[in-house]
Each structure stands twice: as structure tokens, then as C-alpha cells.
């Protein structure tokens, strides 16, 4: 279950309302990318493109690190998008591990354990993998190459795992093969700009 695309995209401008920042037109960058490589891909473009615009819609919640996959996983399920919830969830953690997580840990007890458990239940299909990417070549002024993502993350940060730092290197090999193209060809990397 996951809302039309029209949907998504109001639900995305209500929660900028709330909590103004980047990460609404990053969410429109991971939300354009996964479209675009879902078509190449035969995966379903529109469910890219919703899950994709909405991966990050805990930030409506305030400022949280590790809280925003907490907010956002609890706010989708109270909607019944079970889909979009499933990649709220699964975003922040291409290892399927919280101990890679590049942040900081602001969840309560109660909140690391709900994400903990929902994490171990879950198997990563196409499209959790499909955001994993996007998320790591989502900037706010547009597509970016994944390696400068990553350091850009890093250096806000200090430091980023290195077995999450190759794994998503191993995810744009994996959609490349699926595509038989370049991933910044495929999803314009030099013309696309987030527009609200």
C-alpha cells in the first residue's frame, strides 16, 4: 500500500511546512532517480517514485538522526502505506544493521528496539535497494556522484562506514547491469534540478 503520486507530493509540501530544510528537494532528487531507473529496470516507476519521494517524510517530525526512520516508518504505518513505511525503514541501513548508521543515535529504547526488530524481518527487495542507491546520489541541488555524497556525509558527520560506503558502490554496479547503462546517464545527472 503506498498513496498516488499526487498524494505523496502533498504530503511531502505539509511536512516542509513543519520542518523547512534540503532534505525536501533531496527528497524530490532520490524520488526522480528511482523513477528513472525503475523504468530501465522493470520495476514499477510510479511505487519508485512515491517511496522514493517519501523515504525521508519523518523529518516533518523535527530535527532527529536515527528518530527521522523511527517517525517516519510509525507515520506511514498510522496511514496504512505499509510499502512506504517498509522503505522509511530500510533507507538508512544497506547493511540491514543499525550499527552502521551514519548519525546520531537520538531514539529512546523503545524506538531502537521497534526499528531493530522491523529491520530483522525484513528481506531487501528491488525497491528498498532502488532507495539505498538513490539516497546515496540524492543531494538537495540535484544528482550527485555517489563517492562526493559520501564524503559530503562524511565531513557533516566525521566519519562513514566503510562496509556501508561499499555496499552502496556494490548497489550502483548491481542497477547498472540491470539497466546495461550508466547510472548519472540514466537518470540525467547534469540536467536534473528538484522543483517544487
Not at 66 to 87: K, Q, T
Request: charged share 30%; with cysteine; net charge negative.
Amino acid at each position: 500500500m503506498y498513496p498516488t503520486r499526487d498524494e505523496a507530493e502533498q504530503l511531502l509540501k505539509e511536512a516542509e511546512k513543519l520542518n523547512p530544510g534540503p532534505w525536501g528537494d533531496h527528497s524530490r532528487t532520490v524520488a526522480h532517480c528511482a523513477q528513472c531507473i525503475a523504468e530501465k529496470s522493470g520495476l514499477n516507476s510510479d511505487k519508485a517514485y512515491v517511496v522514493g519521494l517519501l523515504h525521508d517524510i519523518g523529518r516533518r517530525f523535527g530535527k532527529r538522526h536515527l528518530g527521522h526512520v523511527f517517525d517516519g516508518y510509525s507515520y506511514m504505518m498510522s496511514l496504512g502505506y505499509d510499502e512506504v513505511a517498509r522503505v522509511c525503514l530500510t533507507h538508512s541501513f544497506n547493511r540491514k544493521t543499525i550499527d552502521a548508521y551514519v548519525g546520531n543515535f537520538d531514539t529512546n529504547e523503545e524506538e531502537t528496539e521497534l526499528i531493530k526488530t522491523e529491520l530483522a524481518k525484513t528481506d531487501f527487495d528491488e525497491y528498498d535497494k532502488l532507495i539505498q542507491l538513490c539516497d546515496s546520489i540524492g543531494g538537495a541541488e540535484g544528482v550527485m556522484d555517489i563517492i562526493d555524497r559520501m564524503n559530503d556525509v562524511k565531513s557533516r558527520y566525521g566519519y562513514y562506514d566503510q562496509e556501508k560506503w561499499d555496499t552502496n558502490l556494490e548497489l550502483k554496479n548491481y542497477f547498472e547491469q540491470l539497466m546495461g547503462q550508466d547510472v548519472y546517464s540514466a537518470v540525467g545527472k547534469d540536467n536534473y534540478k528538484p522543483k517544487v
